[in-house]
Every structure is written in structure tokens, then in C-alpha cells.
């Protein structure tokens, strides 16, 4: 009896002991949740600084079909493929007039715009804008089938076809005939038509002999009528009129003066980037004519790539350009002084980086 005994308690005490280091082992089991624990945030901090964005300045930025806009198209480019300082909206618009209102009301920050029209809108906005630079120099010419006339005394006892009349095409040819002892119905004709294209298919067809037009349609006729050549390149007679006229500043960018004094490092970036365009398109015409057309700035690529060493695409800051702006200003202004918005522009219109 008393060995049984002896024998439960020994069992209540083993149950008992085996019991009571249960708990000891338990820390083993609950290791893993170490790593859980400081693993997670590290991954999470990882993530959120990967998948952040860095953000660009926009910019709106407008410009014109033809010279005035093809020196953008490699910019246009580079902005697609999300390389670029600045991220760019543009838009690309057939006649001048689309973007006076745009202009006006601050809905564009940077345009790319004839020169005289740059002055017209800095009367217009009220000193709201200022020119950036000159991105176009000329662009006219003479064209001629045969081989008549080889300058602008030539132009005497003949009759050449013309386009844009009441605008800088007219102002520039009058000067010039004026500067070479021509007057206009006396000893030269003019007779101008409404379209380019009009006038650039009258050419090629040979119902026109003499005409002055710009490019790219110098080059669309050229290419339609190889008989066709360029007579007279109006940028040369126009620098070898004057010793004060060193160049023809046709195309202009200006900027939204609030938004240039907001941002002078987006204006600084704009205008390296731009120059860099210019450059590639100058110094690449075959691959800038692709994007010329794809981005709608001239309809084929084959034309832009003829026309553009004929373009005189470049890029001079305002202050540089300041010189031949106001000859040139002070020329357009004494035939039509609307062609300017009646005054020339005081010296806070060019832009001071």
C-alpha cells in the first residue's frame, strides 16, 4: 500500500515538473518575430524615395508653321522622350493672328513670332512682354526662271509677283528698290497676290518668271521646277545696303514679362535648351526634317530638309540683337509705323538675363 502511494506522488511531482518548464522554452518559439519587426519600415522608406517624381517647371510655349517654328522641333523632340530641364507644352498655329490673343492674355508664356509683331504686342499688352531673342533671320527671296536678274538693280523695267503686302515682305522690298535708286510703278512693278501657295504655284507652273516669296515655298517651287533658281537672297541685299543693318531680324521670341521675372532659371534653361535645337536642326537637316513633319511644323519632311540651310535659323539673345532690331524697327516704321504698333520700343522690351 505504501509503494503505491509512494508511486502516485512520484507521478503527481514528474507531471508537475514536466508542467512547469513549458514556459522556459517559449522565448525559442517567438525569435522569428524579431525579423518582422525592423525589416518592414527599413523596406517602405526604400520605396518612397524611388517612386517619388521630381517635378518640372511648365512652360507654354507657341510657335509658328514654317522658319519661324522649325528651330523648336528637336526641342519638341527631346520634351516627348521626358529629357528636357523644362517641361514643355506647345503648340504649333498657321498665321500670326492665332496667337495675338493668346499672347494678350497671358495664356502663352514664351512665343516664338514675327519680329515686327513682337513690337505691335509689347504696345498691345502694355510692356507686358519682352523679346527674349531673335531665332529667324531672312527668309526672303527672289526666285527667278531664267537668268535675268542676279540683284536688285536687275529688278528695273521688270515685273515681280510678290506676296505680303501691308506686312514686312513689302517694307523690306520697298526699302531695298528705294536704296537702289528704283521706284515702285515708275521703273518697277509689284504686283502682289493673297497666298504664298498661290503665288509659289503660279512660279513652278512658269506663269510667273519673277517672284518674291519665302521659305519653304522658295523650295517647294525649286523642287517642282528645277528651272526655278534663287536670284536674290534679300538677308545679303539688305546687310550690303546699310553698314548700320548687319542683319534681318524676321522671327523673334518673346516671353510674358511676369512670368520672366518669376522665373529667370526657367528662361536661362529655355534658352540653352533651345539653342541646342537650333543647332541640331542646323547641323542636321535630315533627321530634323522628320521631326519638322511629324511635329506639323512644315507637311513634308523632304521640303523641310531642302529648305532648311536657306532658313537662317539661329538664336541671339535680345541684348546682343538689340542694334539690328531697332534699325531694323526704324526702317518698317518709316513706311508704316503700325507695323510696329506706332513706336519703337523703349529698351526695357529687351530682355536682360
Given at each position: 500500500?505504501?509503494?503505491?502511494?509512494?508511486?502516485?506522488?512520484?507521478?503527481?511531482?514528474?507531471?508537475?515538473?514536466?508542467?512547469?518548464?513549458?514556459?522556459?522554452?517559449?522565448?525559442?518559439?517567438?525569435?522569428?518575430?524579431?525579423?518582422?519587426?525592423?525589416?518592414?519600415?527599413?523596406?517602405?522608406?526604400?520605396?518612397?524615395?524611388?517612386?517619388?517624381?521630381?517635378?518640372?517647371?511648365?512652360?507654354?510655349?507657341?510657335?509658328?508653321?514654317?522658319?519661324?517654328?522649325?528651330?523648336?522641333?528637336?526641342?519638341?523632340?527631346?520634351?516627348?522622350?521626358?529629357?528636357?530641364?523644362?517641361?514643355?507644352?506647345?503648340?504649333?498655329?498657321?498665321?500670326?493672328?492665332?496667337?495675338?490673343?493668346?499672347?494678350?492674355?497671358?495664356?502663352?508664356?514664351?512665343?516664338?513670332?514675327?519680329?515686327?509683331?513682337?513690337?505691335?504686342?509689347?504696345?498691345?499688352?502694355?510692356?507686358?512682354?519682352?523679346l527674349l531673342g531673335i531665332n529667324t533671320l531672312g527668309v526672303l527671296?527672289?526666285?527667278?526662271?531664267?537668268?535675268?536678274?542676279?540683284?536688285?538693280?536687275?529688278?528695273?523695267?521688270?515685273?515681280?509677283?510678290?506676296?505680303?503686302?501691308?506686312?514686312?515682305?513689302?517694307?523690306?522690298?520697298?526699302?531695298?528698290?528705294?536704296?537702289?535708286?528704283?521706284?515702285?510703278?515708275?521703273?518697277?512693278?509689284?504686283?502682289?497676290?493673297?497666298?504664298?501657295?498661290?503665288?509659289?504655284?503660279?512660279?513652278?507652273?512658269?506663269d510667273v518668271k519673277i517672284a518674291l516669296l519665302p521659305q519653304p515655298?522658295?523650295?517647294?517651287?525649286?523642287?517642282?521646277?528645277?528651272?526655278?533658281?534663287?536670284?536674290?537672297?534679300?538677308?545679303?541685299?539688305?546687310?550690303?545696303?546699310?553698314?548700320?543693318?548687319?542683319?534681318?531680324?524676321?522671327?523673334?521670341?518673346?516671353?510674358?514679362?511676369?512670368?520672366?521675372?518669376?522665373?529667370?532659371?526657367?528662361?536661362?534653361?529655355?534658352?540653352?535648351?533651345?539653342?541646342?535645337?537650333?543647332?541640331?536642326?542646323?547641323?542636321?537637316?535630315?533627321?530634323?526634317?522628320?521631326?519638322?513633319?511629324?511635329?506639323?511644323?512644315?507637311?513634308?519632311?523632304?521640303?523641310?530638309?531642302?529648305?532648311?540651310?536657306?532658313?537662317?535659323?539661329?538664336?541671339?539673345?535680345?541684348?546682343?540683337?538689340?542694334?539690328?532690331?531697332?534699325?531694323?524697327?526704324?526702317?518698317?516704321?518709316?513706311?508704316?509705323?503700325?507695323?510696329?504698333?506706332?513706336?519703337?520700343?523703349?529698351?526695357?522690351?529687351?530682355?536682360?538675363?
Amino acid at each position: 500500500m505504501k509503494k503505491q502511494l509512494l508511486a502516485a506522488i512520484l507521478c503527481v511531482m514528474l507531471v508537475l515538473a514536466v508542467g512547469c518548464t513549458k514556459p522556459a522554452a517559449e522565448p525559442a518559439v517567438e525569435a522569428p518575430a524579431e525579423e518582422t519587426t525592423v525589416e518592414a519600415p527599413a523596406a517602405d522608406v526604400e520605396s518612397d524615395a524611388t517612386e517619388t517624381p521630381v517635378e518640372k517647371e511648365v512652360v507654354r510655349v507657341a510657335a509658328l508653321k514654317g522658319p519661324t517654328g522649325m528651330g523648336m522641333s528637336y526641342l519638341m523632340e527631346e520634351d516627348s522622350l521626358e529629357t528636357t530641364a523644362v517641361d514643355y507644352e506647345f503648340e504649333i498655329v498657321g498665321a500670326p493672328d492665332q496667337l495675338v490673343g493668346q499672347i494678350a492674355k497671358g495664356e502663352v508664356d514664351i512665343a516664338a513670332v514675327p519680329t515686327n509683331l513682337a513690337a505691335v504686342l509689347d504696345v498691345k499688352t502694355e510692356g507686358k512682354i519682352q523679346l527674349l531673342g531673335i531665332n529667324t533671320l531672312g527668309v526672303l527671296y527672289v526666285v527667278e526662271n531664267g537668268d535675268t536678274v542676279h540683284s536688285i538693280t536687275d529688278l528695273k523695267d521688270k515685273i515681280v509677283g510678290a506676296t505680303g503686302k501691308g506686312a514686312t515682305p513689302e517694307y523690306v522690298l520697298n526699302y531695298l528698290l528705294a536704296e537702289n535708286d528704283l521706284v515702285l510703278d515708275e521703273n518697277v512693278q509689284v504686283d502682289y497676290m493673297m497666298e504664298h501657295a498661290e503665288l509659289a504655284s503660279m512660279v513652278a507652273a512658269g506663269d510667273v518668271k519673277i517672284a518674291l516669296l519665302p521659305q519653304p515655298y522658295v523650295t517647294t517651287v525649286m523642287m517642282g521646277n528645277p528651272d526655278v533658281r534663287i536670284a536674290i537672297d534679300l538677308n545679303e541685299a539688305w546687310v550690303d545696303s546699310s553698314e548700320a543693318l548687319r542683319s534681318l531680324p524676321m522671327g523673334a521670341v518673346v516671353v510674358n514679362k511676369a512670368y520672366a521675372q518669376a522665373h529667370p532659371e526657367v528662361i536661362e534653361a529655355f534658352m540653352s535648351e533651345y539653342k541646342i535645337s537650333v543647332d541640331y536642326v542646323n547641323n542636321n537637316p535630315e533627321e530634323a526634317g522628320a521631326l519638322i513633319e511629324k511635329y506639323g511644323i512644315i507637311p513634308k519632311a523632304a521640303i523641310a530638309t531642302k529648305a532648311i540651310p536657306n532658313c537662317s535659323m539661329t538664336l541671339i539673345p535680345a541684348q546682343e540683337a538689340k542694334s539690328d532690331i531697332l534699325a531694323f524697327y526704324e526702317v518698317l516704321k518709316s513706311f508704316n509705323p503700325q507695323a510696329i504698333g506706332g513706336q519703337i520700343p523703349t529698351d526695357d522690351f529687351f530682355y536682360q538675363e
